[in-house]
């Protein structure tokens, strides 16, 4: 199993600028959750889904969507990127809602 | 959620026992203690969970106190590569309990 997977690792985006952060989990894992990482700092969720066709918003919304089509993927969109939006984002996954998550390595995300 | 109070840092000598605090008071009988950690630049990784008895698995072992308003993680023979940032979260067992929620953690850094 290649785990929880996350693409691109790295990405300098424009202000105003929208891309998609894609997730991937070959684990069939229900739950799949977005956090992101400021420098030094503890990780905020933005996002989770329990399954395909259901999402949530978590601690930290604004300015992102998400979507659930599938078991596998969860990608992450950003409408219109902010400097406030530079972060390290790790999608993460569990078989359920209290069970121990499985993280991907990250995707760093620059906007000047 | 109960809240979590960790050291920010701590240092441990390559071969010897890592022990790492931390205080939640506030913890409620159905909350557990949780540990992750997550190496630089690289997604949180489990280590080890538990309710009331003392856990030990593959990695690391678990002290809870009798009061359950402390816990400590012990690394029985640190290395090099057990230099991280561990993360000490308490939450629900339920379905319906809040999601993880990761503070500052300690930095542990492993020293020759």
């Known amino acids: 199993n290649a785990g929880v997977t996350q693409t691109p690792k790295f990405r300098i985006l424009k202000i105003g600028q929208s891309m998609t952060l894609q997730c991937t989990q070959d684990m069939n894992h229900n739950y799949m959750y977005w956090y992101r990482q400021d420098p030094g700092m503890g990780l905020k969720l933005i996002y989770y889904?329990?399954?395909?066709?259901?999402?949530d918003k978590g601690e930290v919304p604004n300015g992102y969507n998400v979507s659930r089509s599938t078991t596998e993927d969860f990608p992450l969109r950003l409408e219109l990127a902010a400097p406030s939006q530079t972060s390290v984002y790790f999608c993460a996954s569990s078989y359920r809602r209290n069970q121990d998550q499985y993280f991907g390595p990250g995707t760093r995300l620059l906007v000047l | 959620d109960a809240k979590t109070t960790q050291p920010p840092s701590m240092d441990c000598a390559e071969g010897r026992a890592a022990n790492l605090p931390c205080n939640h008071s506030?913890?409620?009988?159905?909350?557990?203690v949780y540990w992750y950690r997550q190496i630089h630049s690289q997604g949180p990784q489990y280590i080890i969970h538990?309710?009331?008895n003392n856990e030990t698995n593959e990695m690391a072992s678990l002290i809870i106190t009798e009061d359950r308003k402390s816990s400590t993680l012990i690394l029985p023979h640190a290395t090099l590569r057990d230099t991280a940032v561990y993360y000490c979260i308490v939450r629900a067992s339920s379905e319906a309990g809040n999601m993880l929620t990761f503070g500052g953690g300690t930095r542990l850094m492993v020293k020759p």
């Open positions: 538990g309710l009331k």
């Open positions: 889904s329990v399954g395909a066709g259901i999402t």
């Open positions: 506030t913890i409620s009988g159905n909350e557990y």
